[in-house]
């Protein structure tokens, strides 16, 4: 198999040209990152600030001195000990730890995912993929400094697991991915759908840790417990920096309250449970279709079910979209006609057109909202592209059963 340098180089230069703006991209960011150690990886004294408090006996909640007001620990009490060994360097050394362990993790969770999927994409090289996809997520995530690929670390060790039967193992890591954010628990719903029959033990297993270790904040901290509370009842953001399916339905809302429609700000929440709703009802539809059809791939499951963590959670960081990193290239792997749609997409992307200061019905949705509307792009080609697989297995299955059964037909006779 050639190196990537090989393939860059006898490949056409256009994806040369693209690797090498891809290239001095991260170069120039990871160049502003370090040398401005002060300035960037916010995150990082947040998660410093919650160990230290912790090692004092003191609440990580509330500001952080010298820190913006919007900068504050917003994840349950019980993991503000994990931050403790930050606490014993100096912010700017624990900065440059984390980032060179983020680099590792990144590194490892790649090649997870690609030894997970078993198929390579060439529709886009690697490093202009890696650096863009999805508004940049990564290079926003290390400029962070968040947690998220860490989280993205244990949670494909926990779909290694379970791809490998390792079912116990998997809700063991399921639910320690699950410890800051608390969302990743949906995961534990893969136990119920990867194989035809549901497997209830660990997965009620799993269930009951994480209720336990849920509780345990409340039991150990509960002063602690009810100002993360609190705060996470806050949290409002939307937009660039969390653009999630309740932000499209609230900003869309307010939009229509624009044109003087009387609707009540509790419509962006209702729009938003029947948009999960819809796309949970097609996620189960295409399972059930394809466990009908014998045409299951596990793999598929758990990326299908990637997508459709990120178009029903509530919050959805910017960063946060490296989740569908695998899902994007899973999607592109042979599928030379997405070359096509990508020439679309870049030739009919809808502009704001601030200079005419004109309001456009959702024009400037698809920039404010693109690591979203790529989700759901994804998830649609997965379930609609397998859909069709599965209705040409059941047409190939029925003419099998025809054939095989003229030989009784005529015995019969």
Not at 68 to 96: C, D, N, T
Not at 204 to 209: D, K, P, R, S
Request: with cysteine.
């Amino acid at each position: 198999m050639r190196s990537w340098l090989e393939r860059v180089l006898s490949g056409p230069r256009w994806r040369l040209a693209l690797e090498a703006w891809a290239i001095v991209v991260v170069a120039a960011a990871l160049w502003q990152i370090i040398a401005k150690v002060h300035l960037y990886q916010w995150d990082v004294i947040v998660y410093w600030w919650g160990g230290r408090a912790f090692a004092h006996g003191l609440s990580p909640y509330g500001a952080i001195p010298g820190q913006p007001e919007y900068l504050h620990f917003v994840y349950p009490p019980i993991v503000a000990p994990l931050f403790a060994p930050l606490a014993i360097l100096k912010p700017s050394v624990a900065k440059l730890l984390w980032i060179a362990l983020k680099a590792l993790a990144f590194w490892i969770t790649v090649r997870l995912w690609r030894r997970a999927l078993g198929t390579e994409q060439h529709v886009v090289p690697p490093v202009f993929f890696f650096t863009f996809a999805f508004g940049s997520a990564a290079l926003v995530d290390f400029t962070a400094g968040n947690i998220a690929v860490f989280e993205q670390l244990v949670l494909w060790l926990a779909f290694a697991a379970l791809l490998a039967h390792r079912r116990w193992t998997f809700a063991l890591l399921v639910v320690l991915a699950a410890q800051c954010k608390l969302t990743p628990v949906f995961f534990l719903g893969l136990l119920l759908v990867i194989d035809e029959r549901p497997h209830w033990k660990p997965f009620l297993g799993g269930g009951a840790l994480m209720g336990a270790l849920v509780g345990a904040n409340v039991v150990l901290f509960p002063s602690q417990t009810q100002e993360f509370r609190a705060g996470v009842s806050a949290l409002a953001e939307r937009g660039w920096g969390d653009p999630s399916t309740l932000g499209v339905m609230q900003d869309l809302v307010d939009q229509l309250r624009g044109l003087q429609l009387p609707l009540p700000e509790v419509m962006g929440y209702v729009l938003y449970l029947a948009a999960v709703a819809y796309i949970l009802a097609q996620t189960l539809r295409w399972w059930r279709a394809q466990r009908t059809a014998g045409a299951v791939r596990p793999v598929e499951i758990v990326l299908v079910t990637l997508a459709t963590y990120a178009l029903v959670m509530p919050r959805m960081k910017d960063y946060s979209y490296v989740a569908l990193l695998p899902v994007a290239w899973y999607a592109l792997a042979g599928r030379q006609a997405v070359t096509a749609s990508i020439a679309v997409l870049a030739v009919l992307v809808p502009r704001p057109l601030p200079q005419l200061k004109l309001w456009l019905p959702l024009v400037p949705q698809p920039y404010v909202y693109a690591p979203l509307l790529a989700a759901l792009v994804l998830w649609t080609m997965l379930t609609t592209i397998d859909r069709d697989a599965v209705v040409a297995a059941r047409t190939s299955m029925t003419d099998n059963d025809r054939i095989s059964g003229e030989p009784r037909a005529i015995s019969a006779a």
